[in-house]
């Protein structure tokens, strides 16, 4: 089982929305609904913006929002903010014993 | 609200050990599954480690699968890994992290609160 799919890099101006997909398999996304996606920071921990594909967790801004469609999840983060610039990661539980959650390969957020 | 404070975190050669721990406070420990994410230097994040509510259900990723130990003292309300024979491979940064509630559901998301540990493999 290999690592979720996600595009190196997105960008956008202020203001605008953006979509981040997270593509895997019928063993991982879309075997459940437990994708979940962290916003990183350079130097910061990892923060969770999104899980169970959909909810945000007290505090996250409703700005992001999260679906699925079979296989692929998607992260859109609307009105984009230059604090959105960041790294974006997907995860999804997968009830193996030897990869119990796989992450995405990350995405660049840059905000023009 | 839940906080997670990693330690334990150095730097060791290879073939050494090291044992890492996770403070947890702001919530029921006992009632929570709770994992281990690690991330190398300019990498993405990594599965490590997950012990079930009952601590006794433990998992590991492959890649680390024989050499660490995941334990759980829900008296201390502490997280545990110990890792040894390390690898240069192993140098990350290292999250414990805990599984989300939704209502009144404990579900298989997990939440990083921590600003991990770093640990660094070298000769």
């Known amino acids: 089982q290999s690592a979720l799919t996600q595009p190196a890099s997105v960008s956008g101006s202020p203001g605008q929305s953006i979509t981040i997909s997270c593509s895997g398999s019928?063993?991982?996304?879309?075997?459940?609904?437990?994708v979940s996606w962290f916003q990183q920071h350079p130097d910061k921990a990892p923060k969770l913006i999104i899980f169970d594909v959909s909810y945000r967790p007290s505090g996250v801004s409703n700005r992001f929002s999260g679906s699925k469609s079979g296989n692929t999840a998607s992260l859109t983060i609307s009105g984009l903010q230059a604090e959105d610039e960041a790294d974006y990661y997907c995860t999804s539980y997968t009830g193996s014993n030897t990869l119990l959650y796989v992450f995405g390969t990350g995405t660049k957020v840059t905000v023009l | 609200e839940a906080q997670l404070v990693e330690s334990g975190g150095g730097f060791v050669q290879p073939g050494g050990s090291l044992r890492l721990s996770c403070a947890a406070s702001?919530?029921?420990?006992?009632?929570?599954?709770m994992n281990w994410v690690r991330q190398a230097p300019g990498k993405g994040l990594e599965w490590v480690s997950y012990i079930g509510v009952d601590t006794i259900t433990k998992k590991y990723a492959d890649s680390v699968k024989g050499r660490f130990t995941i334990s759980k003292d829900n008296g201390k309300n502490s997280l545990s890994l110990q890792m040894n024979s390390l690898r240069a491979e192993d140098t990350a940064v290292y999250y414990c992290a805990v599984s989300v509630l939704r209502g009144v559901i404990i579900t298989n998301a997990f939440d990083i609160r921590g600003q991990g540990t770093m640990v660094t493999v070298s000769s």
């Open positions: 019928g063993t991982d996304i879309g075997a459940n609904n437990y």
């Open positions: 702001g919530f029921t420990f006992s009632t929570y599954s």
